[in-house]
């Protein structure tokens, strides 16, 4: 069974950080893996997917690295504003059958605060 | 282009009544995902629908169903409503291949009374 895990649980950093959120998941054979972005009460935004056979996508302020072997992603966001403050999801896309076919696996997410 | 849609944004129920929900995906998108997220309890998977047909269910009870129509829009229905039904319901969509990853909306808030 596919298991995320989302490291920090919270983070509050001033404007101007650069910081990074990691994300574990126990089950390497994924199709892909997406990172959320959702703010209060709102559905999800989707930031970034890498598909399983590359190392990384880039966005922007945000930089998304995987480490299938090794069960890992990275989201790096640079010069943290404001308005970057939500919470941001981690989700893999098991390449399995079984319970775990079609669907995506989140992590709890990381509460972002970015404060003036 | 449109995104996914869904609707009602906010509804009110009482325990013990039917809501239904209902999702419409972003053109071309075959493939209907519904989702639950409680307070607390992160986003739990519901149904997944492609083509018509229902490809997998999560470990809810079966009081949740939900269909997929020939244009692709899909609703959940939920009976017999508990006060712990009461949760955000996102739905996503995506292509068969699923290579381009999931699009949400923006949820139903559903609230059971």
């Known amino acids: 069974k596919q298991e995320v895990t989302q490291i920090p649980a919270a983070l509050s950093v001033p404007e101007g950080e650069n910081l990074v959120l990691n994300c574990s998941f126990t089950d390497s054979a994924i199709y892909n893996l997406q990172w959320f972005r959702q703010d209060p009460g709102k559905g999800l935004t989707s930031l970034l997917l890498?598909?399983?056979?590359?190392r990384e996508q880039t966005s922007g302020r945000l930089n998304a690295s995987l480490d299938k072997s090794s069960g890992r992603s990275t989201l790096y966001i640079a010069a943290s504003q404001p308005g970057d403050s939500a919470t941001y999801l981690c989700?893999?896309?098991?390449?399995?059958?079984?319970?775990?076919?079609?669907?995506?696996?989140f992590g709890q997410g990381t509460i972002l605060t970015v404060h003036p | 282009e449109a995104g996914v849609t869904q609707s009602p944004t906010h509804l009110i129920k009482t325990r013990g009544q039917q809501a239904t929900l209902r999702c419409s995906p972003i053109s071309g998108h075959t493939s209907v995902y519904w989702y639950q997220q409680a307070l607390g309890l992160g986003l739990q998977f519901l149904l997944w629908?492609?083509?018509?047909?229902?490809?997998n269910r999560g470990n809810f009870p079966p009081r949740f169903s939900g269909r997929q129509f020939p244009n692709y829009s899909s609703e959940l229905n939920v009976n017999a409503l508990e006060l712990e039904d009461s949760a955000l319901y996102l739905c996503a969509s995506s292509l068969s291949s699923r290579e381009y990853g999931y699009t949400f909306g923006s949820g139903t808030r559903l609230t059971v009374v």
């Open positions: 629908y492609d083509e018509g047909e229902e490809r």
């Open positions: 890498i598909q399983s056979s590359q």
């Open positions: 989700a893999v896309l098991t390449n399995a059958g079984g319970t775990s076919y079609g669907k995506l696996t």
